[in-house]
């Protein structure tokens, strides 16, 4: 199962929802979707790179490089039906994704855009998000994200479950049978109570998923609203209009 999106747009939250469930494991933001890019490069031989070096598994590798993702893997599972892998970063990635392991879920958390970016903005990451130093780099890159998506919904029409993380903080139980359901796996209450499962959290909302849902970061742009007027110009495409 993974889970893409941008930075402080509710992925934690979503991992740590199916992390509770007894049959998916929660692990970690995994590299090895990159990793298997690079191979990819690696055996092009100086010909074309990925993603066009795709066409030259169509015809018999696809299967091979949707193994490797597994094996590579392996050392951070113990043996649950599913797991999760919370890249964000694998958005652009979602084609890859389809292609080498054609049954995995792929959920993308979405955030209001103010909100998604101002929290990426004003959080000091552990390995840093290049782009997220300047209110109109941070905002571009957020137009391109939905760009991709948008793309991802349209060549793969049902693939890919949104989650917004609004919605989940309204109606917790409703969203999170949507996100079981989506997964194939039946509901559990102790996913109602995800704060309470024992499980390593290794990102910037480990503190977060330590307590029950609340409503208190909504919204929570208001607060800078006069300083982000480059942000708000670039992203008013995508603003929801009330």
Not at 3 to 13: C, E, K, N, Q
Not at 214 to 235: A, W
Request: charged residues 25%.
């Amino acid at each position: 199962i993974f889970i893409v999106g941008l930075p402080r747009s509710g992925s934690t939250l979503i991992e740590q929802i199916l992390a509770s469930h007894s049959m998916v494991e929660g692990t970690f933001e995994l590299p090895d979707m990159a990793r298997l890019i690079r191979s990819i490069n690696e055996e092009s031989h100086d010909q074309e790179n990925y993603p066009e070096a795709i066409a030259r598994y169509v015809k018999g590798g696809l299967d091979q490089l949707g193994q490797k993702y597994l094996d590579s893997t392996k050392k951070h599972r113990s043996g649950a039906p599913r797991f999760t892998d919370k890249m964000p970063n694998n958005f652009p990635s979602i084609g890859l994704i389809h292609a080498v392991l054609p049954k995995a879920k792929v959920i993308n958390a979405k955030r209001h855009p103010l909100d998604s970016c101002m929290g990426t903005y004003k959080q000091l990451f552990y390995k840093g998000q290049a782009f997220s130093y300047d209110l109109v780099e941070l905002g571009e890159y957020y137009l391109e994200y939905e760009r991709i998506m948008r793309h991802w919904h349209q060549v793969l029409p049902g693939r890919v479950l949104d989650v917004q993380y609004e919605d989940m903080i309204g109606d917790q139980e409703e969203q999170t049978r949507r996100l079981l359901d989506y997964c194939e796996i039946p509901f559990e209450e102790t996913c109602l109570h995800f704060y309470e499962t024992k499980r390593a959290v290794n990102t910037a909302s480990s503190e977060q998923v330590r307590q029950p849902i609340y409503s208190g970061s909504l919204n929570s742009y208001k607060r800078f609203q006069d300083n982000l007027g480059p942000l708000i110009e670039i992203l008013d495409p995508v603003i929801p209009k009330k």
